[in-house]
T-cell receptor
Framework: QQQVKQSPQSLIVQKGGISIINCAYENTAFDYFPWYQQFPGKGPALLIAIRPDVSEKKEGRFTISFNKSAKQFSLHIMDSQPGDSATYFC????????????FGKGTKLSVIP | ETGVTQSPTHLIKTRGQQVTLRCSSQSGHNTVSWYQQALGQGPQFIFQYYREEENGRGNFPPRFSGLQFPNYSSELNVNALELDDSALYLCATGTSQNEQFFGPGTRLTVL
């Protein structure tokens, strides 16, 4: 059972454009929602994270939007750059016990010049 | 770059063998979690250790086991390797809060 659904599977954006990746979750006990960036051959790197008590969080060019009633959250990358080309994963955890992360299947982003 | 290190980088084993993967925690982190990432998929939670005890386990069989040492480093042991165990194995360390920081992973190939 996939508890975090991520879309799209792949995304091509022109340099300077906005990249948008969406995730939906089912488990209402989730209370922590991070985004990770992964380059080929590397481990995932924590980009930005949000908790359900806020609807938006911005760090530099990266913004998370969170809709608790719809059980959806999204990552917006403003002014996308070729160096942003990577695979992005959304994740969620319920903050109880092990804080295990449940990941989406990933979005491969390609930013073309 | 996080302060989490993993060894070895790559490993090739044959079916039925046993493997031990190692992880060194980032300074100040007292939890370690292990994840399996198959090609083209998101990481799947194997288990977590906190204060040297298992503190949660995902849907993996008992032949996946682990240890956490007093210095918070950790080992993942997999017995009776199967072809489907071929994957990138990631460890992630953190404090008792949610933030988890991943190492570079160990690429395991089972032939």
């Amino acid at each position: 059972q996939q508890q975090v659904k991520q879309s799209p599977q792949s995304l091509i954006v022109q340099k300077g454009g906005i990249s948008i990746i969406n995730c939906a979750y089912e488990n209402t006990a989730f209370d922590y929602f991070p985004w990770y960036q992964q380059f080929p051959g590397k481990g995932p790197a924590l980009l930005i994270a949000i908790r359900p008590d806020v609807s938006e969080k911005k760090e530099g060019r990266f913004t998370i939007s969170f809709n608790k009633s719809a059980k959806q959250f999204s990552l917006h990358i403003m002014d996308s750059q070729p160096g942003d080309s990577a695979t992005y994963f959304c994740a969620a955890s319920d903050g109880a016990g092990s804080y295990q992360l449940t990941f989406g299947k990933g979005t491969k982003l390609s930013v073309i010049p | 770059e996080t302060g989490v290190t993993q060894s070895p980088t790559h490993l090739i084993k044959t079916r039925g063998q046993q493997v031990t993967l190692r992880c060194s925690s980032q300074s100040g982190h007292n939890t370690v979690s292990w994840y399996q990432q198959a090609l083209g998929q998101g990481p799947q939670f194997i288990f977590q250790y906190y204060r040297e005890e298992e503190n949660g386990r995902g849907n993996f069989p008992p032949r996946f086991s682990g240890l956490q040492f007093p210095n918070y480093s950790s080992e993942l042991n997999v017995n009776a390797l199967e072809l489907d165990d071929s994957a990138l194995y990631l460890c992630a360390t953190g404090t008792s809060q949610n933030e988890q920081f991943f190492g570079p992973g160990t690429r395991l190939t089972v032939l």
